[in-house]
């Protein structure tokens, strides 16, 4: 099974952004996820992209959720890669 990489798009004083941490790390340790969180700030290409949809969390290079998330639903979405 491969691991699942969860990536996840940032600002600096950002309280969405320590919200949805909070949420994400705990379940990235329980399913063996890789995590790499990325601040935009300063990245044109990624200042773009982003914008004001921050935080932004992918799941295997695909956008899964955007500005909140709660547990249940990461822990839901996880399931489902697990079993591609």
Avoid: W
Avoid at 13 to 38: E, K
Avoid at 77 to 82: G, N, T
Wanted: charged share 25%; glycine share 8%.
């Amino acid at each position: 099974m491969a691991s699942i990489a969860l990536t996840l798009y940032t600002r600096p004083d950002c309280h969405l952004c320590a919200d949805m941490t909070a949420v994400v790390l705990p379940l990235a340790h329980d399913f063996g996820c890789t995590f790499d969180q990325i601040d935009i700030t300063g990245d044109a290409g990624l200042e773009a992209r982003f914008g004001m949809e921050i935080p932004v969390l992918c799941i295997n290079g695909r956008k899964a959720f955007k500005y909140r998330v709660a547990a249940g639903e990461l822990r839901r979405q996880l399931q489902r890669e697990q079993r591609r």
